[in-house]
DNA sequence: CAAATATTCAGCCGCGCGGCTGAATATCAC
DNA sequence: GTGATATTCAGCCGCGCGGCTGAATATTTG
């Protein structure tokens, strides 16, 4: 099983990469699921690109996807986000 | 004046490496202010690789540092942290 | 001032990230 | 089944990140 280190790893890099920040929102203001098709037209580079941003996404666990007729349906997983949340809320602590 | 898109970028690019995460908890469990060499002292690697960490992290505004003596104190800088926390909440919204 | 300490600056280098193109795959419409 | 549509797979390539080493720059100490 993966270790929790690795899930940061996963979660931070895959937040840190601008467009991927764009696709999350993106998935979430469209009331939390958008089709890869939907996501790769909101950049100006290829698709393909947004494909594998798509899988960095998924691989870190922040996205889910499943099929529907041809599309594919990206589903925000907000748990994950949690995850950083969590790590974050260190730092708010009282002392 | 830098653009907030710019002030996420540095500071989740900062955030994306574990060496720099662990630099900002250890200061922060240090209780708020770290020595560049204790910071060093954490790492395998050579301390010049760790020179390079801190100031990613103080250009993206989560560090800050003060001389004393001999020593570069490193201080944490909370506010640049609830940028991240910010940012986060939105897909914490009740819907 | 000279020596020691703490830390950075400058620059080299390998490797992976994130663009790209071209081909493949799955599903729907006819 | 054929063709159109949606999306991924495979693989190329340039550039920057993050290691490294060696030299330079404060600051304190004797």
Redesign the interface.
């Given at each position: 099983m993966p270790k929790r280190?690795d899930a940061?790893?996963a979660v931070?890099?895959a937040?840190?990469h601008?467009a991927r920040?764009r696709v999350?929102?993106a998935v979430?203001f469209a009331g939390?699921e958008l089709s890869a098709g939907d996501a790769a037209a909101m950049f100006a580079h290829a698709w393909q690109t947004t494909t594998r941003h798509l899988q960095v996404l998924e691989k870190a666990g922040l996205l889910r996807h499943e099929r529907r007729g041809r599309n594919r349906i990206y589903r925000?997983e907000?748990k994950r986000?949690e995850l950083?949340?969590d790590?974050?809320s260190?730092?708010?602590r009282k002392p």
């Open positions: 280190e940061y790893e931070f890099n937040l840190a601008p920040r999350l929102l979430y939390g925000l907000r986000l950083v949340r790590w974050l260190t730092f708010f």
